[in-house]
């Protein structure tokens, strides 16, 4: 796995693509969570905003994706 990636002739870090990817799922998956309701049914929606993205941006670092 590269340590960076060239990105528009700059070198960035992979962890700051896979953190921006993470980023991009945890707001599409928050849309459909508020959309159907979910947050009404938790006792600290930022938490579980929260939680849910440490897990995708942990998996995305276990998996060495982006």
């Given at each position: 796995m590269p340590r960076e990636i060239?990105?528009?002739?700059?070198l960035v870090p992979t962890l700051l693509v896979q953190f921006l990817l993470g980023l991009l799922l945890v707001w599409m998956l928050d849309g459909l969570a508020a959309?159907?309701?979910?947050?009404?049914?938790?006792?600290?929606?930022?938490?579980v905003r929260l939680a849910l993205f440490v897990c995708i941006f942990g998996g995305f670092g276990l998996l060495g994706l982006g």
């Open positions: 060239a990105l528009f002739g700059a959309r159907h309701g979910l947050y009404r049914h938790v006792w600290n929606p930022a938490l």
